[in-house]
């Protein structure tokens, strides 16, 4: 990317000319007190644009990523991330008070004139942080993912590159990407923060993609301005809330052969926080700069879903991410609640899969998260505390998933998660050394076990009434 001898990137200058016509057509360009800059002298108007410097920031030039090397603070990151196992998604936004998910302007669909009257209705009295981290907290979950921009372009923090953001536009009136990240900190949680590559709302997401088509926009756009305007939201996300787990990027599938500028944005990141851990749900294998690999409604390398036919696993840090019901964002109707034994299940196989699984909720436009969510967590949390040790700090473990369950390992313990089994044996694959014990660890009680040619078999003591998941220890030989 070339740059003027002063360091400001070529294209950010194509969005000062940009600022001028507007400016000087009385088109307003920034939220109070920018707006106001009709009829404004020149120098003004040089002195905005310099602010939107200052605002997004320049980038070196040159594709810095291809050669992408993670610093120290990335890898140790990296390390807690697999570590940590389990963490929970909140989708949250003006769009929970329609009640129909996050896809309510796509799906229904809802003009942008339309859309603007939303953030009028969205006064969440009853939101608090501090409730929603110590939930997460109590079902074992280790970090936070929110959205603090959904397809719909609205920022859920106070954005002073836009008014359409929850501070302006809302009679709540609060930064709640704030409120929750200084709640985390306080606990001592994770922040990880969803971000929208698409949106519905800007007039420069132009070309359109696959998505986006009814807003009412017209046929215009500029997408080097746009993609300046997201770098510099991701700027204030990286500078005012303290320090953040990574970036959890979306959306870049609606325009897949689109020049995104991947490179300078994950140079931006890995400049502002050298430990933010940057992934993207773009269903394709991971680019240069990308510190985790994430699938969507599926584990690791099953393609269940429809979404990622081509997508291998890579060596990064694994996530998969789930709905309670069908829905990401709340939905007034959706009762299809999955079971507590369900979502054991499923952290149990994510582990298993070397991947860490990452639970949604959607709360309610009044903030409060749904009962039916705040009690799966709860009870999700009592078998977490239990049997955490079978999940936390492991890795996946010597023997595949199949249809029985799933192994898991730290160092010389390797950790047989019996869920969907009734035979009164078990018999699995040989295991990396020699097993020295067997126990069961809901108790502590031995396991009876047979090495033979190739193999081990377990003896299975019975389950017990409503027992999701046998989990039995096995401690192997250390290693010489």
Same mark, same amino acid.
């Given at each position: ?32 007190? /920018? ?5 404004? %002298? ?36 990296? &390390? ?20 129909? @998910? ?10 942008? &004139? ?13 939101? $608090? ?64 923060? /969803? ?36 770098? @510099? ?20 599938? $609606? ?10 944005? /994950? ?41 990622? %036919? ?29 079971? &507590?034994?369900?979502?054991? #299940? /499923?952290?149990? #196989? ?31 949390? #009592? ?18 998933? @199949? ?66 998941? #046998? ?10």
């Amino acid at each position: 990317m070339e740059t003027f001898p002063i360091g400001i990137p070529l294209d950010y200058i194509g969005a000062f000319a940009k600022i001028n016509a507007l400016a000087v057509s009385g088109v307003p360009t920034f939220k109070e007190p /920018y707006m106001k800059i009709s009829g404004a %002298p020149k120098s003004l108007i040089l002195a905005g644009a310099f602010l939107f410097v200052l605002a997004v920031g320049a980038v070196p030039a040159g594709n810095t990523q291809e050669s992408y090397t993670p610093s120290p603070e990335n890898l140790k990151a990296r &390390t807690w991330f697999q570590d940590a196992k389990f963490g929970m998604f909140i989708h949250w936004g003006v769009y929970s008070v329609l009640g129909d @998910g996050e896809w309510i302007m796509e799906t229904r669909p809802i003009n942008k &004139t339309d859309y603007a009257k939303v953030p009028a209705f969205f006064n969440p009295i009853k939101f $608090d942080p501090a409730a929603w981290v110590a939930l997460a907290k109590a079902a074992g979950m280790k970090y936070i993912t929110i959205t603090s921009k959904h397809h719909d372009g609205f920022a859920m923090f106070d954005s002073r590159l836009t008014d359409w953001n929850v501070v302006a536009r809302t009679p709540y009136g609060k930064d709640v990407i704030g409120m929750l990240a200084a709640e985390c900190h306080k606990q001592g949680i994770k922040l990880f923060l /969803y971000h929208s590559q698409l949106d519905w709302h800007s007039p420069d997401y132009f070309p359109r993609g696959r998505t986006g088509h009814h807003t009412g926009r017209s046929d215009s756009g500029n997408w080097d301005a746009y993609l300046n305007f997201m770098d @510099g939201q991701l700027r204030e996300l990286l500078t005012n809330y303290g320090e953040i787990g990574g970036i959890w990027f979306d959306g870049m599938w $609606d325009k897949p052969d689109a020049d995104w500028h991947l490179a300078r944005t /994950y140079a931006l990141i890995h400049q502002l926080q050298p430990q933010a851990m940057v992934g993207s749900n773009h269903h394709k294998n991971p680019f240069p700069g990308e510190d985790f690999q994430m699938f969507e409604k599926d584990l690791p390398g099953q393609h269940t879903t429809g979404f990622n %036919p081509e997508q291998s696993v890579s060596a990064l840090p694994l996530e998969t991410a789930e709905t309670m019901n069908n829905s990401w964002g709340f939905n007034l109707t959706d009762e299809h609640f999955k079971s &507590t034994a369900d979502l054991i #299940r /499923y952290l149990a #196989r994510a582990a298993g899969s070397n991947a860490n699984f990452l639970l949604n909720v959607g709360p309610m436009p009044t903030g409060e998260i749904q009962p039916e969510f705040v009690q799966r967590l709860t009870e999700v949390g #009592r078998w977490t505390k239990q049997y955490g040790d079978s999940i936390y700090g492991t890795r996946g473990g010597p023997v595949a998933a @199949g249809p029985w369950g799933v192994t898991t390992q730290r160092g010389s313990t390797v950790y047989v998660h019996v869920l969907d089994w009734n035979a009164p044996v078990l018999a699995l694959p040989a295991m990396p050394r020699p097993v020295r014990s067997a126990r069961l660890l809901r108790d502590g009680s031995s396991v009876e076990f047979t090495a033979v040619k190739g193999g081990l078999v377990l003896k299975l003591p019975e389950p017990q009434p409503e027992e999701v998941d #046998r989990v039995i220890v096995l401690e192997l030989e250390a290693t010489k």
